[in-house]
Nanobody
Framework: QVQLVESGGGLVQAGGSLSLSCAAS????????MGWYRQAPGKERELVAA???????NYADSVKGRFTISRDNAKNTVYLQMNSLKPEDTAVYYC?????????????????WGQGTQVIVSS
């Protein structure tokens, strides 16, 4: 069974930094794109940053220049370094990964989610 386990997050003052990590565990063939999403109270979940297996990255305009996504393929882990945090970055952050597994001798790729980790930025 594939799981994404997140760590990091917490409470920080505006202008501060936090680091999130997310490790995939279980039995699978490969991990394709990985990313971070966030959901603030009363708002829809939105993409924060994504990274392909080859290292190409994509960021939401609101976090460009402040957040950095990276991954360690050997550890099946994706990271999000968040600098210059703002109160509007407050949200639950979710890890996401497209992971290939086998079912009945068939390769199946689906999206998996972490449990979410709270980030609170105080003004």
């Amino acid at each position: 069974q594939v799981q994404l386990v997140e760590s990091g997050g917490g409470l920080v003052q505006a202008g501060g930094s936090l680091s999130l990590s997310c490790a995939a565990s279980g039995s699978f063939l490969s991990i394709n794109a990985m990313g971070w999403y966030r959901q603030a109270p009363g708002k829809e979940r939105e993409l924060v940053a994504a990274i392909t297996s080859g290292g190409a990255t994509n960021y939401a305009d609101s976090v460009k220049g402040r957040f950095t996504i990276s991954r360690d393929n050997a550890k099946n882990t994706v990271y999000l370094q968040m600098n210059s945090l703002k109160p509007e970055d407050t949200a639950v952050y979710y890890c996401n990964a497209d992971i290939a597994t086998t079912r009945a001798w068939t390769r199946v790729t689906r999206s998996y989610w972490g449990q979410g980790t709270q980030v609170i930025v105080s003004s």
